[in-house]
């Protein structure tokens, strides 16, 4: 329906600007592993951090993102 898609089209613009708003290294390491399919490990190999601070990074970000869209404040 024409409001079913209204709807999607603000949650799709509501997320695209969760992303932009993200730290720069948080929306990097969401875009390589969620966008482009890389490991953590070949994330981290690529950015040379660890892959705990890849996985930290990646919980960071799909918080953000989240509360973005849930209309949360994020708490960090």
């Known amino acids: ?14 997320l695209r600007e969760a992303i932009r708003a993200l730290p720069p290294l948080c929306r990097q390491v969401l875009i390589l592993h969620r966008f482009k399919g890389l490991s ?4 981290a190999d690529q950015l040379g951090m660890s892959p705990a ?24």
């Open 1 to 14: 329906t024409p409001e079913s898609e209204a709807s999607r089209a603000q949650e799709l613009a509501a």
């Open 40 to 43: 953590h490990r070949e994330i």
């Open 53 to 76: 601070a890849v996985e930290k990074h990646m919980v960071r970000a799909l918080k953000r993102c989240q509360d973005a869209m849930t209309g949360r404040s994020n708490g960090d």
